[in-house]
């Protein structure tokens, strides 16, 4: 098991995980939505292939970060 947190911009926690799962899996075990952000593994981005592989293959055997990241654009612009 690793201990893994979870979350968003706003909300983490910490959950023991079991390596052999995979990304997107305990993204939705935790009720991420993971549809229209980016996620990062410890800082780093993961792509769609990514997601779908387990933290075993992503090499992952302590404890990290998963975040799913909204990135707000400016909606204000100066004229």
Do not use: W
């Amino acid at each position: 098991m690793i201990q893994v947190t979870v979350g968003t911009n706003t909300n983490r926690r910490r959950v023991n995980v079991d390596p052999n799962l995979t990304v997107k899996e305990v993204l939705e075990q935790n009720n991420v939505n993971y549809s229209a952000t980016t996620i990062h593994l410890d800082g780093a981005p993961l792509n769609a292939t990514e997601i779908n592989s387990t933290f075993t293959d992503l090499g992952i055997d302590s404890d990290c970060y998963l975040l799913s990241i909204v990135k707000a654009e400016n909606a204000y612009r100066f004229m």
